[in-house]
């Protein structure tokens, strides 16, 4: 991964909310000229992301470590795996620890998360995307981690596309515009390059925004049957995009529907850390 300006920023607020007032107990106990080497272990199976972030974070903390990646993002691991090393002052590695792991188990979460909704579908043509439901600060790391674990990426940010929401339209029908004058709307006054994508919840309103011209129909909280209906009336016209409380246990039912792209804000919302930790090699 490349080491932007932005994450080394983010590596530095985060190091400093941790250490804002020291380190006590390193400073108390650990002699200051004490080096040693220490490695990254996998504690636990799943997909690797963050690593290069997690020993920038060594690096940024103290630039005088030596550290060496042994494997690559979007590799699996088991537990035992050796991830990476840092060699150094011991003082250092304790001080920049926390930071570096917390980077890595976050990110290596949501792409063994990611993985498992992949193979989830697998046999059938369609994509796994993440949502923008990411921790605020982290939506460049997170969405990363999804790519690590085979995902793709949904929008970056709000102008990276137009979504027409249910919020959009039923604030606009107020002012007297109906779902297809808004969709209309959109797709006139929006540059070119850019496709139009609305959200629906009911068959009426799928055919309103298939007459508009949409170019992709969100399916938003649709049951397998009527999602299933949806996708063939879309055929053809506009891609199919299904989302709204899909699990690991109902995905490959929602891709047995034929939806080009399935949506899932669980990818980065809620997704538990994968277990890794640095230890201490002499």
Not at 233 to 238: D, F, S, T, Y
Request: hydrophobic share 45%; aromatic share 2%; charged share 25%.
């Amino acid at each position: 991964m490349q080491i932007t300006r932005d994450i080394r920023d983010l590596i530095d607020r985060t190091l400093a909310e941790d250490l804002s007032i020291g380190d006590p107990t390193t400073d108390i106990l650990v002699p200051p000229d004490l080096e040693s080497t220490a490695v990254l272990l996998a504690k636990e199976e799943g997909i690797l992301a963050g690593l290069d972030v997690g020993l920038e974070a060594f690096r940024r903390f103290d630039d005088r470590v030596s550290i060496t990646a042994l494997l690559e993002d979007g590799a699996p691991i088991r537990p035992g795996d050796h991830l990476g090393t840092i060699q150094g002052r011991v003082a250092s590695l304790l001080k920049a620890e926390r930071t570096a792991v917390n980077f890595m188990q976050h990110m290596s979460g949501i792409a063994t998360q990611t993985q498992r909704y992949v193979k989830a579908v697998e046999g059938h043509p369609v994509r796994i995307v993440d949502t923008r439901k990411t921790t605020p600060g982290l939506r460049f790391l997170e969405k990363y981690a999804v790519r690590m674990g085979g995902g793709q990426n949904h929008r970056q940010n709000l102008g990276d596309g137009i979504l027409i929401k249910d919020n959009h339209i039923d604030a606009l029908r107020g002012d007297g515009m109906s779902l297809g004058d808004v969709v209309k709307k959109a797709i006139r006054e929006a540059s070119h390059t850019i496709r139009v994508e609305v959200e629906v919840e009911t068959l009426e309103q799928l055919d309103e925004a298939l007459d508009a011209g949409a170019g992709i129909i969100l399916l938003d909280n649709m049951d397998v049957e009527q999602m299933t209906i949806a996708v063939q009336i879309a055929k053809g016209k506009a891609f199919t995009e299904a989302s709204g409380g899909i699990t690991l246990e109902t995905v490959r039912a929602v891709a047995a529907t034929g939806v080009d792209i399935i949506s899932v804000g669980a990818l980065t919302h809620s997704v538990l850390a994968l277990d890794i930790s640095m230890d201490m090699l002499d």
